[in-house]
């Protein structure tokens, strides 16, 4: 695009002609030369000179002839020095520093600015005149432009330009094409939306509307003259137009109108016109020669764009729709595998084909699993759906990965324990303490990666590695599960992000597992503004790589890796202080006896006066009879009358002190429904005394009393006990004990009012969990949801929290009516409660040296009775009363399993065996039991026979422990 206006490229054409025609004229001699009139000078007066001197030489006056050079040198300020040198060499007279000026020169040639000329003495050369002039230019470019001809050059050049710019001026107005155009005409083709060219028979513009000038940001006048080819046409491909493609060009060419002709025109980046063009030839003179063309351009770019978007969404369209086709069909295959089962088995069911009751528990058995199986996909698939619908929600928070990632290894560290490999959590480096992202999806992310490579690794073990990104990238978190298990080809490793996808087949077969979860994590990953990438060989193990932005880092602390194994889970200070209140009455509604107890100890225990109710109706009148009250704590489940009812007919009531529920559903968006029906804040259950203590304290006016600084351990400890805070040494999820082992509530043991509750606790839920297993023998699933209610929240107030899960669940399938799983959770429930170990039960473990080994001599000898170590404690006799009843049982079943040859039963008792006996106190049959479950499970068969007759003797030896002398159970 030319950026000078036709005038002024005249003008230059101009003076470029004029400076050609005084250069020639130069050249041919037409301009003096002032140069060498100047070297003519000079050589006529070193000629006078030489002659006046030949004259003196024959006088022999070389007084008079030194007078004479220096009087010519006086007198002409070019000559820089002078001399009268002889034939020998020897300077006679030297006029300035001579010997300096002069510079040697070979021959007898001169030069501008040295010139020489001999001396005659008769005919015999007596010596030379040598003058010294100076230079004619100066050195280098001022000399080229001291130069007459170039200041020639260039005045010609300006001065010409100037006028011939201002003539072209006055001239072009009456030569101006577009005057050819009436005004009136002009100023139609203005007011036309579309852009309008008329243009010569060179393809120069000859007139520019308004409309096609503004697309230039130009005004129309400055495109006169302008080739309408140099500006940047493009073909509908995108690739630059050639000038003979242009259908202006061709219209010209032929004579023929070109119509509907789709030309784009590249203004920048981000500033594309698509013009739909019709091109008129304008016919001049006789023959019908073509003496220019009009263009008119209809600007279409918004249609191309819809038309591009429609393009593009029909491809969306059939690409979204051969996913949905794929999509269906491995959502078909993958259902129908459970599916096949769960309908196979329940027909084999009910047609009464079970052989025998073994038959028939391992067809339910696999219809339950087959159910399991069908559950973890649908689940997939809607966290699928909802990252694809973008309806997932996230949150920025600051979260501690650290932790995330240890909680993580220590959760599936069982499954990982049960393949025999390692799990391990390996920092790197510095890590942040705290840094800024989505916990719940970083967690999610993790347990997908670290479970995936714990399924597919067979030998070895998986590390997660995490880390910073390195120095001069963005500030990340970095984050590698490796492990060596069985790899995959390189050309399959970006296909696995892909739903529904593996490796090949043979994975699928051999794993198991749908290939959603590598999908969703990636997802997460991606909504988190990071990433997740593979790297693999096959048969070498595979590493996963989770980059994930941290926010700013700018006052977060790093930890160095011992650290970051080592810390525990709290960000705030070590509890050195006790919550100090006003001496305010407080109310605290909720059914379960437990519950009450212990957030009334903890309330009294700040300074609080409690108050109880068990249901709301009780509250009610609680709240008529006590005016004082400053707060009340209201469980939104009870009998006879619920929190929700309460709580409204409180407020109805003009009751406004604040009203904080305590429920055990923490789902997003239920504290708005909360607040909308009158409660002013709430607690999740199992209840965190911590938050409460805090939440009360920003309520009721509570202020944290610190120790002493100066106080003594001693005072801090009683300090922190007197404070009785709840809080489990680490945040991170409780891990259910290994199978078998006892499970220790996560209150402080140390604490006697603490201690008390769980001393309590313990007998009063078997005692519940005998009346549930009747409330289920008398199908009555609304007092099992009741029961199951109260023990989802008691069990993990009291620091059991491994009883919380499958209680929350045992209530919703009776809620639902889900009788199927009932047994399968009380099952699981009863099995949880025979392992809880009371603070007392500590004290009752022998001690056991270390370095001590089982005497082989004793393995197969039963001495004396066998009796329990816990038979002493009247409130565990009924636990172990209980497990001596289910042992008879049990042993005959290891004995009827063993006389079929079912190895597989044999272990899966032997296994329940070796760690109820030790929890209830018969540590003699644990080493027996281990022995036959190792035996049985590796397919010895000959030496199990030994092994259960010497069970058998263990369990004839007990002593005998009537069930009716077991102490009275009272009912919930």
């Given at each position: 695009m030319n950026l000078l206006s036709p005038k002024a490229r005249i003008s230059i054409g101009l003076?470029?002609?004029?400076?050609?025609?005084?250069?020639?004229?130069?050249?041919?001699?037409?301009?003096?030369?002032?140069?060498?009139?100047?070297?003519?000078?000079?050589?006529?007066?070193?000629?006078?000179?030489?002659?006046?001197?030949?004259?003196?030489?024959?006088?022999?006056?070389?007084?008079?002839?030194?007078?004479?050079?220096?009087?010519?040198?006086?007198?002409?300020?070019?000559?820089?020095?002078?001399?009268?040198?002889r034939s020998g060499g020897e300077l006679m007279v030297e006029i300035g520093e001579h010997r300096d000026y002069w510079l040697p020169v070979a021959g007898d040639h001169s030069t501008a600015s040295q010139v020489r000329v001999?001396?005659?003495?008769?005919?015999?050369?007596?010596?030379?005149?040598?003058?010294?002039?100076?230079?004619?230019?100066?050195?280098?470019?001022?000399?080229?432009?001291?130069?007459?001809?170039?200041?020639?050059?260039?005045?010609?050049?300006?001065?010409?330009?100037?006028?011939?710019?201002?003539?072209?001026?006055?001239?072009?107005?009456?030569?101006?094409?577009?005057?050819?155009?009436?005004?009136?005409?002009?100023?139609?083709?203005?007011?036309?939306?579309?852009?309008?060219?008329?243009?010569?028979?060179?393809?120069?513009?000859?007139?520019?509307?308004?409309?096609?000038?503004?697309?230039?940001?130009?005004?129309?006048?400055?495109?006169?003259?302008?080739?309408?080819?140099?500006?940047?046409?493009?073909?509908?491909?995108?690739?630059?137009m050639a000038t003979a493609e242009l259908p202006w060009m061709r219209a010209l060419e032929s004579g023929l109108a070109q119509k509907n002709a789709i030309v784009r025109l590249q203004l920048g980046p981000e500033r594309r016109h698509t013009f739909m063009t019709n091109c008129s030839p304008v016919l001049t003179g006789g023959g019908g020669r073509t003496g220019g063309v009009l263009v008119s351009f209809d600007d279409v770019t918004q249609l191309e764009e819809k038309e591009e978007q429609l393009r593009r969404a029909r491809d969306d369209a059939e690409a979204a729709n051969l996913a949905k086709s794929a999509f269906l069909a491995n959502m078909s295959h993958e259902i129908r595998t459970p599916m096949n089962a769960i309908l196979g088995f329940t027909e084999v069911l009910k047609r009464g084909y079970g052989r025998n009751p073994e038959d028939s528990q391992h067809y339910l058995d696999t219809i339950h699993s087959s159910g399991q199986h069908l559950l973890g996909l649908i689940n997939d698939i809607l966290d699928l759906s909802k990252v694809e619908a973008g309806r997932m929600e996230l949150e920025r928070t600051d979260c501690q990965p650290h932790f995330i990632a240890r909680e993580v290894v220590q959760i599936l560290g069982v499954k990982a324990r049960e393949k025999n490999i390692s799990l391990e959590f390996m920092p790197q480096g510095a890590l942040p303490e705290q840094v800024e992202s989505d916990p719940t999806r970083l967690r999610q992310i993790l347990t997908n990666l670290v479970g995936n490579a714990i399924k597919f690794t067979e030998k070895g073990g998986v590390n997660v590695i995490m880390k910073l990104a390195p120095a001069g990238r963005a500030k990340a978190l970095v984050i590698e599960v490796t492990d060596t298990g069985v790899g995959m080809p390189e050309d399959r490793v970006e296909a696995i992000f892909d739903a529904f996808v593996q490796a090949d087949d043979s994975t699928t077969r051999r794993f198991g597992g749908t290939g959603l979860g590598l999908a969703i994590s990636r997802k997460f990953a991606q909504a988190l503004e990071g990433d997740i990438v593979a790297r693999s060989a096959l048969g070498e193990g595979s590493t996963f790589t989770v980059t994930l932005p941290v926010g700013e880092l700018a006052g977060v602390r790093l930890l160095q890796p011992a650290e970051l194994l080592t810390a525990a889970p709290e960000t705030e200070e070590s509890v050195c202080s006790r919550w100090v209140f006003p001496p305010k009455r407080v109310l605290v509604v909720d059914d379960g006896h437990e519950n009450r107890e212990l957030v009334t100890l903890v309330l009294e225990e700040a300074g609080l006066q409690v108050q109880g109710a068990e249901h709301g109706q009780e509250a009610l009148e609680r709240v008529a009879e006590t005016p004082d009250l400053a707060a009340i704590l209201m469980d939104v489940q009870m009998p006879v009358m619920d929190g929700f009812t309460a709580t409204r007919l409180l407020r109805e009531q003009g009751v406004e002190i604040p009203i904080v529920a305590l429920t055990a559903n923490a789902m997003k968006g239920y504290e708005e429904e909360l607040k909308d029906k009158g409660f002013s804040a709430y607690m999740t259950k199992p209840v965190d005394i911590d938050r409460l203590i805090a939440l009360l304290a920003g309520i009721l006016g509570g202020r944290p009393e610190e120790a002493p600084a100066n106080a003594s351990v001693a005072e801090r400890k009683e300090v922190t006990a007197n404070n009785a805070v709840m809080k489990p040494h680490s945040t991170l999820a409780p891990i259910a004990s290994p199978e078998g082992a006892p499970i220790f509530s996560r209150l402080p043991a140390d604490n006697?009012?603490?201690?008390?509750?769980?001393?309590?606790?313990?007998?009063?839920?078997?005692?519940?969990?005998?009346?549930?297993?009747?409330?289920?023998?008398?199908?009555?699933?609304?007092?099992?949801?009741?029961?199951?209610?109260?023990?989802?929240?008691?069990?993990?107030?009291?620091?059991?929290?491994?009883?919380?899960?499958?209680?929350?669940?045992?209530?919703?399938?009776?809620?639902?009516?889900?009788?199927?799983?009932?047994?399968?959770?009380?099952?699981?429930?009863?099995?949880?409660?025979?392992?809880?170990?009371?603070?007392?039960?500590?004290?009752?473990?022998?001690?056991?040296?270390?370095?001590?080994?089982?005497?082989?001599?004793?393995?197969?000898?039963?001495?004396?009775?066998?009796?329990?170590?816990?038979?002493?404690?009247?409130?565990?006799?009924?636990?172990?009363?209980?497990?001596?009843?289910?042992?008879?049982?049990?042993?005959?079943?290891?004995?009827?399993?063993?006389?079929?040859?079912?190895?597989?039963?044999?272990?899966?008792?032997?296994?329940?065996?070796?760690?109820?006996?030790?929890?209830?106190?018969?540590?003699?049959?644990?080493?027996?039991a281990r022995r036959l479950h190792d035996e049985a499970n590796a397919g010895n068969g000959h030496s199990l026979g030994p092994l259960v007759a010497h069970l058998r003797r263990l369990c004839d030896a007990i002593e005998p422990m009537p069930f009716e002398e077991v102490p009275e159970r009272r009912a919930g």
């Open positions: 003076v470029g002609l004029t400076a050609t025609l005084v250069l020639s004229a130069s050249f041919v001699g037409l301009i003096p030369d002032r140069g060498q009139a100047v070297r003519e000078g000079r050589a006529s007066t070193a000629e006078v000179v030489a002659a006046n001197s030949s004259v003196f030489v024959s006088q022999s006056d070389i007084r008079r002839m030194a007078a004479n050079l220096k009087f010519v040198v006086t007198r002409n300020d070019d000559i820089l020095s002078a001399a009268i040198r001999p001396i005659w003495a008769g005919q015999r050369k007596w010596g030379e005149v040598e003058l010294r002039y100076r230079p004619l230019a100066a050195p280098g470019w001022r000399g080229f432009l001291d130069h007459p001809l170039v200041r020639l050059v260039v005045f010609v050049a300006v001065a010409g330009f100037v006028a011939f710019y201002f003539y072209l001026g006055r001239m072009l107005k009456h030569l101006d094409p577009s005057k050819a155009v009436p005004a009136r005409v002009r100023s139609a083709l203005d007011t036309m939306a579309e852009g309008l060219l008329v243009l010569d028979g060179r393809g120069q513009v000859a007139l520019a509307n308004s409309a096609f000038a503004s697309m230039l940001d130009k005004p129309p006048d400055k495109l006169l003259g302008l080739a309408a080819a140099s500006l940047p046409w493009a073909g509908t491909d995108g690739q630059p006697p009012k603490f201690r008390q509750l769980v001393e309590r606790f313990v007998p009063r839920l078997h005692e519940q969990m005998e009346t549930i297993r009747a409330a289920w023998a008398d199908r009555d699933l609304g007092e099992v949801a009741a029961l199951a209610h109260w023990l989802k929240g008691a069990g993990g107030t009291m620091g059991f929290d491994v009883l919380t899960a499958p209680a929350a669940e045992l209530e919703q399938a009776a809620k639902t009516a889900r009788e199927a799983d009932v047994p399968a959770l009380l099952e699981t429930l009863e099995g949880l409660a025979a392992r809880l170990a009371p603070p007392s039960f500590v004290d009752a473990l022998p001690a056991v040296s270390a370095g001590a080994a089982p005497d082989p001599a004793a393995e197969f000898r039963v001495v004396g009775p066998v009796t329990s170590r816990l038979a002493g404690d009247p409130r565990l006799a009924p636990i172990v009363a209980r497990f001596v009843v289910r042992l008879q049982a049990q042993m005959a079943a290891i004995e009827k399993a063993l006389s079929r040859g079912d190895l597989a039963e044999v272990t899966s008792l032997a296994h329940w065996l070796k760690g109820a006996a030790g929890t209830v106190g018969f540590d003699v049959f644990t080493e027996p």
